[in-house]
Nanobody, 110 residues
Framework: QVQLLESGGGLVQAGGSLRLSCAASGSIFSINGMGWYRQAPGKQRELVARITSGSRNYADSVKGRFTISGDNAKKLVYLQMNSLKPEDTAVYYC?????WGQGTQVIVSS
């Protein structure tokens, strides 16, 4: 079993920044494979960023604005979100091979 706990969401104006954190616990020995997804109202959940085999993969819509990073020893993954846009408004979920956190709300006002 793996438990994922997100934090760091909130309300921010367009152009602002937020940093999300995800703390993993349980049967996880590497942050490789951890990622962030988001789901906006009325839309499907979509991949935002993921750490895969040491590399970072990003959705086209966030490239150049978002950065995923992590601390393998502490089993923490971060999502630094800069130049936020209203279309980034969504619930953001941390994920690890089928395990999901409870989500953290991000609202970007115009």
């Amino acid at each position: 079993q793996v438990q994922l706990l997100e934090s760091g969401g909130g309300l921010v104006q367009a152009g602002g920044s937020l940093r999300l954190s995800c703390a993993a616990s349980g049967s996880i020995f590497s942050i490789n494979g951890m990622g962030w997804y988001r789901q906006a109202p009325g839309k499907q959940r979509e991949l935002v960023a993921r750490i895969t085999s040491g590399s970072r993969n990003y959705a086209d819509s966030v490239k150049g604005r978002f950065t995923i990073s992590g601390d393998n020893a502490k089993k923490l993954v971060y999502l630094q979100m800069n130049s936020l846009k209203p279309e980034d408004t969504a619930v953001y979920y941390c994920s690890f091979y089928g395990y999901w956190g409870q989500g953290t709300q991000v609202i970007v006002s115009s």
